[in-house]
């Protein structure tokens, strides 16, 4: 993000190819494996002239920083919304200060402790989101003393189910 401190319609198209896990190809298209992403649907998506998003692969490709991360990034396909489809529940914890170390270890310690199964969890990343969150796919509803444990915790903020 430093690399586009002047362009905040540039810093925009970043963070939505680090979210999505886009690719940057070598003729400076956005791609999710090999589908082609119109430069028109990346800018309309972050609100910007597809010229931006141009020049921001333009750059991406100029860097050898930038192109290493941006020809090995790829997506995760993602269970939180097809939680209710697979009768699986989610749990969105929110902390204050994202890079305490041990922070995954012990929320899901805790859910373990419960007999609950994880079928799934995303650590959003503070770099690239201003309010990260830990999202957990489990197979069982949480009961109600686990989300009071969760809730108990010094650098929890707020914890919620779908």
Do not use: C, W
């Not at 003729?27 to 931006?52: F, K, L, Y």
């Amino acid at each position: 993000m430093r690399k586009f401190e002047g362009s905040p319609g540039q810093q925009r198209v970043i963070r939505l190819l680090l979210e999505r896990g886009f690719s940057v190809n070598d003729e400076g298209r956005v791609v999710s494996g090999d589908i082609e992403i119109p430069d028109t649907q990346v800018a309309r998506e972050v609100g910007v002239d597809r010229r931006v998003v141009d020049s921001t692969t333009s750059a991406i490709l100029a860097d050898d920083e930038l192109l290493r991360i941006f020809r090995n990034i790829s997506q995760i396909p993602s269970l939180k919304d097809l939680a209710p489809v697979l009768d699986l529940h989610v749990l969105t914890v929110e902390v204050t200060d994202a890079d305490q170390p041990g922070i995954v270890a012990e929320i899901t310690g805790l859910i373990a402790e419960e007999g609950i199964s994880i079928r799934q969890t995303i650590s959003e990343d503070p770099e690239f989101t201003d309010e990260p969150r830990l999202i957990v796919v489990v197979e069982a509803s949480p009961p109600g003393d686990l989300i009071a444990a969760l809730s108990e915790l010094a650098y929890v903020r707020q914890v919620s189910i779908q």
